[in-house]
């Protein structure tokens, strides 16, 4: 059974506290020197100890605590979908912030270990045939559709700039099959930010999208995020995101 993160009441936390004790990892004689300095990173990151001390599946829920802090749009009652889910982490923030009257839909490409309080779909979210599936298990639309997907990098910056974009196309098609008016869109991007012509449909749909990053967000990791919230609704079709002139 899975663990619950740890709460007593009150504001939610966003971030570690107290003080953290420095690990040192020696060099085992067949690890590489890049699996040490990764464990090592694992061992003497504040955030992986918060959440294994509070409950949570990843340490990326943090990510998704501190964006909400600075915008504010996790509410009881709403209806999200956490795209990419996997191990769980947002969904357990979401099913804590949205309350026994909202709804959480976590899916992946990934079979997500079951949370109590959400559902749990395995989809791939780039085959439109699963906006289908996606928009039945609700039985209606969402106020919430969020993303922490990110494409397995190759290490050719041009080439996994295209494949984060293309993730986020995927996710801001399927959010504007979802979303409700008034309704928010969160999604994983890259440093630069998003890519023009995606941020220009965004910004045709929604009535303020901003990028941030967490400080959960490692410093040397490219990664931030998108926030836009006001759904406008059926003003333009979601196809326009592909690149209809």
């Not at 990151?45 to 915008?71: C, N, T």
């Not at 804590?96 to 839909?105: D, K, Q």
């Not at 609700?138 to 974009?165: E, K």
Request: glycine share 12%; charged share 25%; hydrophobic share 40%.
């Amino acid at each position: 059974m899975a663990k619950k993160p740890g709460r007593s009441g009150g504001a939610r936390r966003s971030g570690p506290s107290g003080r953290d004790l420095s690990v040192r990892v020696r060099t085992a004689r067949r690890r590489k020197t890049s699996s040490t300095r990764w464990l090592q990173r694992q061992l003497n990151d504040p955030y992986v100890a918060a959440a294994r001390r509070e409950g949570y599946r990843s340490r990326a829920a943090y990510k998704l605590l501190q964006l909400d802090e600075r915008f504010r749009f996790l509410k009881p009652g709403l209806t999200a979908v956490d795209l990419g889910a996997a191990p769980g982490g947002w969904t357990q923030v979401l099913i804590e912030a949205l309350g026994p009257s909202g709804r959480v839909l976590a899916v992946d490409l990934v079979e997500v270990e079951s949370l109590g309080g959400a559902e749990v779909m395995q989809a791939d979210v780039s085959d439109p045939a699963n906006a289908g599936r996606i928009r039945g298990a609700l039985d209606g639309g969402a106020d919430l559709v969020l993303s922490d997907m990110a494409p397995t990098t190759t290490g050719h910056r041009a080439t996994d700039h295209l494949r984060i974009v293309a993730l986020v196309e995927d996710a801001l098609a399927l959010a504007m099959d979802l979303l409700r008016p008034g309704g928010c869109f969160v999604a994983k991007v890259w440093q630069g930010g998003t890519e023009d012509r995606l941020l220009a449909a965004m910004k045709r749909h929604f009535t303020s999208v901003r990028h941030a990053k967490p400080p959960a967000s490692r410093a040397d990791s490219a990664e931030m995020y998108v926030v836009a919230t006001g759904y406008r609704g059926g003003e333009a079709n979601s196809r326009q995101t592909r690149g209809a002139d």
